[in-house]
């Protein structure tokens, strides 16, 4: 099995920074995918970000392109997400998850969330 752990959530105001980590651990760390998700107040879980393990290739979703950056260290089985110029609709819970392989349909592993405030 795979446990996730996020961390560096935080209250912040608008414009400012913050940098997501999220540490695997698991005997063997080799996934095809691991994802950014956040779910704000009254809104769906939407997908913010997604790295594949072993490219680097990202995605991005409109909402935060060229504000957020993806980035993976395979040392460490870390993701990370730098934020910047947050703003207030930023405010969410952010979770990290892993797709194992190309093959699976959802996301089985999923961190416990860290919140992210962003005041006006």
């Known amino acids: 099995q795979v446990q996730l752990v996020e961390s560096g959530g935080g209250l912040v105001q608008a414009g400012d920074s913050l940098r997501l980590s999220c540490a695997a651990s698991?005997?063997?760390?080799?996934?095809?995918?691991m994802g950014w998700f956040r779910q704000a107040p009254g809104k769906e879980r939407e997908v913010v970000a997604r790295?594949?393990?072993?490219?680097?290739?990202?995605y991005y979703a409109d909402s935060v392109k060229g504000r957020f950056t993806i980035s993976r260290d395979h040392a460490k089985n870390t993701v990370y997400l730098q934020m910047n110029s947050l703003k207030p609709e930023d405010t969410a819970v952010y979770y990290c998850?892993?797709?194992?392989?190309?093959?699976?349909?959802?996301?089985?592993?999923w961190g416990q969330g860290t919140q992210v405030t962003v005041s006006s």
């Open positions: 698991a005997r063997s760390f080799s996934p095809y995918r």
């Open positions: 998850a892993v797709q194992p392989s190309l093959g699976d349909v959802t996301y089985p592993y």
């Open positions: 790295i594949a393990w072993a490219t680097g290739i990202s």
